[in-house]
């Protein structure tokens, strides 16, 4: 398993209290504790719904438990909370949080509402260790992964402020993209963790099948997502090893070929869980008829769909984004091809929410430098079974 060089997630009982932290505990490890506290295993149950899916911070509110109990774990423990630095509402109804974790660190989560989901985009890292350089984020250096805990405390967060601990039928978050800050292939171990409890029936219980991974191209990890059972996304950006070396630096190391052997080798892969390539589409940069061409050949045989992403500006950024022109001729290509080939319509541009935009120091940009796109004509428009639409 291929991990980052530096992984400095700090102990945060040592960095706060000698209390130790409960929130990331899986089903396991929270049955193990509560044995140790000489307790009935059914315990473990309770504390871990009250944590996951009701959305409690307080053991004094835990009704459930004995008295004794309560004081105890009040005592020994805690259900961490990250704290809220800002919040920021778009025009078009996304919300952006900046939150900050013991240790300092910060980390943005982004949701998006639709009239048939709302999507939440999360982080696994602080900074990130990939800079793709038409990424904002990737201008910022990578300071630390995240914890299960951490990742958690952003679906949490977003609860809390959107009052949506309720039955999974009439919640407002329905889908998660593992498509923020970090690559969350660097973050395996961590990422797992959220993801069983995130999927866990009695915790969050959000479905597999609307959960996405995203990566960056992690070739001997890829494998390993075809084991947590959710989507899977490769964020590619580019249809031959030249222009990926300059826009994907990680291609360096795993160039396409490698890539794409483990695309086709994807354990999960069949046409009812196709793979999703994301590709973001810069203005005579990697928008030409040719460089359709060339994509399609790259993935033929792959069940798979492609998401054009409108390149979203940010200050001093190297590209502009393509014409809607443009982008259709490119997506007529790809779509004769057999593949389906939406166009996303950007959402939270205005607060430097959307793909590519996040950054714990944003700054926000000027509507002149902010390409417009037209929005997709209704047989454009992309459905549910078209998966993430994270703008």
Request: hydrophobic content about 40%; some cysteine; aromatic content about 8%.
């Amino acid at each position: 398993m291929v991990s980052p060089a530096t992984d400095i997630t700090p102990s945060y009982s040592s960095l706060l209290t000698e209390k130790k932290g409960l929130f990331g505990l899986s089903r396991e490890e929270l049955l193990e504790l509560v044995v140790g506290l000489k307790q009935p295993p059914y315990r473990a149950r309770q504390i871990f719904q009250y944590m996951y899916a009701r959305g409690g911070t307080s053991f004094q509110q835990l009704s459930s438990l004995p008295l004794a109990l309560r004081k105890e774990l009040d005592q020994k423990f805690y259900i961490a909370r990250a704290a809220v630095v800002s919040k920021e509402v778009s025009s078009d109804g996304t919300r952006k949080w900046l939150l900050q974790f013991a240790d300092g660190a910060k980390a943005e989560t982004v949701y998006i509402p639709e009239e048939s989901r709302g999507t939440l985009c999360l982080s696994s890292q602080v900074g990130c260790t990939l800079n793709c350089r038409f990424c904002h984020t990737g201008t910022q250096l990578f300071v630390r992964n995240l914890s299960a805990s951490e990742i958690l405390q952003q679906i949490a967060i977003t609860k809390d402020a959107l009052d949506d601990w309720q039955t999974p039928e009439k919640r407002k978050i329905s889908n998660i993209v593992l498509m923020g800050m970090g690559e969350p292939l660097y973050n395996f171990e961590q990422v797992a963790q959220a993801l069983t409890i995130m999927t866990d029936a009695e915790g969050f219980c959000f479905s597999r099948r609307k959960i996405t991974l995203s990566t960056a191209g992690v070739v001997p990890n890829i494998p390993l997502v075809g084991t947590l059972g959710v989507q899977l996304a490769i964020s590619l950006h580019a249809s031959n090893d030249a222009l990926r070396d300059k826009l994907v630096p990680l291609n360096r190391k795993y160039p396409l070929d490698e890539l794409m052997q483990a695309c086709r080798a994807y354990p999960r892969l069949k046409n009812a869980e196709r793979i999703t390539f994301e590709y973001v589409m810069l203005e005579d940069i990697n928008d030409s008829p040719q460089q359709a061409q060339e994509l399609v050949r790259l993935i033929r045989g792959i069940p798979a769909k492609v998401n054009l992403i409108p390149f979203n500006p940010w200050p001093g950024a190297p590209y502009r984004c393509s014409s809607s022109s443009r982008m259709r001729a490119f997506a007529a290509i790809v779509q004769k091809a057999g593949y389906a080939a939406p166009l996303r319509v950007p959402r939270g541009r205005d607060i430097m929410a959307a793909c590519g935009q996040l950054k714990t120091a944003s700054l926000r940009m000027r509507k002149s430098l902010q390409c417009k796109v037209e929005p997709p004509t209704e047989k454009e428009r992309p459905t549910e079974k078209d998966g993430v639409a994270f703008g």
